[in-house]
């Protein structure tokens, strides 16, 4: 299938033509630094860590055309498809409605306008089927949930693959820009999740443009951490600040979406920060706590509570 787009000519030009007859922007911020807009991201976490939550949320910010709170966001609004491949439509009704204590009814929430979701049929080609609802849509932004349904094996990776490049290539061929989300296993109760997590699906972070992760917070079992990883274009979001903590909430129109404390470690003094990185690099290597204590004066219960405060970031 070959759809008429507004691609440029597959004819090589000289470098320099690139910049002629057309206006140079700095892609506009979809979700601050972790998606900018002409891009195809990865978002990646442990099962039931909330990325669908997340996902809907940004998608819906999008449609609204104003940022999540504590984020830089868009200035205009987007139309937004979200592909959703979890969850059923009872499902996705039940979550994003308030009942009563009785399990009665209250209301549900009302989203943009602009925020589509939808989902091919089950003998459609799934790519097909997007190609064909961005073209004749014209969505500006799609969200994918998740690529962990389109494997075919349990530690398949051939379909994904697949799947990111020619997302990519719908990419260029329609200006549409993509966050897929999909599954890793969880990190180390006292570590922050990692590309390691995805294990052979790690290949899908050199395919993005833009890769970052949910997971949770080894201090706090209520709290999820937003960590960016890598960059095509530019530097990753929160290099020396630390990352953003947070958790969900509700609305009082059954809304449920994360709030984040985006303030980093400003809370935490510098050289308590320093402290705390070298208690990290010391624990890493081996160095118990007892001897961490001895070399830096302090006792080892503050040893172990101070390694405890260490963020992906902390200098």
Wanted: hydrophobic letters at 35%.
């Amino acid at each position: 299938m070959k759809i008429e787009t507004k691609a440029s000519s597959s004819i090589p030009k000289k470098a320099n033509e690139c910049f002629n007859g057309r206006p140079i922007r700095l892609p506009e911020r979809l979700f601050d630094d972790y998606w900018l807009g002409g891009e195809v991201a990865l978002l990646f976490g442990p099962p039931g860590i909330g990325k669908s939550v997340l996902a809907v949320q940004i998608g819906d910010a999008l449609a609204r055309g104003r940022p999540i709170d504590g984020f830089r966001g868009p200035t205009r609004r987007r139309k937004v498809l979200y592909v959703d491949l979890n969850h059923s439509e009872t499902q996705f009704q039940t979550r994003y409605s308030r009942f009563s204590e009785y399990g009665v009814f209250l209301k549900s929430c009302t989203f943009a306008e602009r925020f589509y979701r939808g989902r091919p049929a089950t003998d459609e080609d799934l790519f097909e089927w997007l190609a064909n609802r961005v073209a004749a849509d014209r969505f500006e932004a799609v969200i994918m949930d998740d690529l962990t349904v389109v494997n075919r094996t349990q530690y398949g990776t051939r379909e994904p693959i697949l799947l990111m490049r020619k997302l990519k290539e719908m990419r260029d061929e329609f200006g549409v820009s993509v966050l897929v989300l999909t599954g890793s296993d969880s990190p180390p109760r006292d570590k922050l999740i990692e590309e390691v997590q995805l294990k052979r699906s790690r290949a899908l972070c050199g395919l993005a443009d833009s890769v970052f992760a949910l997971g949770p917070d080894p201090v706090s079992v209520e709290k999820r951490c937003l960590i960016h990883f890598r960059k095509s274009n530019g530097p990753v979001a929160w290099p020396e600040g630390g990352v953003p903590f947070g958790g969900i909430t509700r609305n009082a129109d059954g809304m449920i979406a994360f709030c984040f404390d985006n303030y980093g470690f400003s809370r935490i003094d510098q050289s308590t920060r320093r402290l705390i990185s070298r208690i990290h690099d010391s624990r890493q290597t081996g160095t118990t706590y007892r001897q961490i204590a001895a070399e830096l004066g302090i006792t080892k219960s503050r040893a172990a509570r101070l390694a405890q405060k260490w963020r992906r970031g902390m200098a």
